[in-house]
């Protein structure tokens, strides 16, 4: 697939189908996805991953996060409802960024982690892996910051979903370019 076809194409997949993810295949995408733009190379990431054995554990936290104490009074029918939404996702990563108290540079370390999670959405629709990245209000709880071992002065800036699935969806049409252009 030539780039310009890898982002046409690539559509954020939100029905995954359980076929899991490995830590290896997560990696291998990012270890590509590092490569994109960052100012003064600072690398402004880092990730929490959870595949293969990791997938249950946060399963366990995001049970706790979503639903409340209260699914330990729920069947367990019930439960595994609530939770399919996540349940069938291949393998998840959170992106993590400092945040800088200068302006500038939390802009550009924000602009920085972006570029790297559409490389690493493109590359995985290259696989075969599909991909969204989502932002739930969930990411800024404190109880679920501490679970993932996120610390003060760093923010998740997004949970990006791997998996497989069945049906593409169709992507919404985009704008013609000509009505986002200002000519001088
Ligand atoms: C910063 C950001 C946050 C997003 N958060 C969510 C989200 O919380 N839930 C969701 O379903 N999709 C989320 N998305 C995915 C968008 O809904 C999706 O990109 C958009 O509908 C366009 O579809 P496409 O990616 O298939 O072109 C997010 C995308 C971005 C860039």
Redesign the pocket.
Known sequence: MSIKETIRS???I?QFNGEPVSEKEVLSVLEDAVWAPNHGVREPWRFVVAADDGKARLLDILKEQTIGPKWKDMQQDEVAKAMQKFTNVGAFVFVIVPEDARQKERLEDFAAA?ALIQNAQLLAWEMGIGT?????VFLDHPKFREALHVHRGERIV?MLQFGHFDIV?K??ERTPIEEKITRL
């Open positions: 690539r559509r954020s939100k972006s969204c990245w989502k932002t739930p997004g969806p992507g919404k």
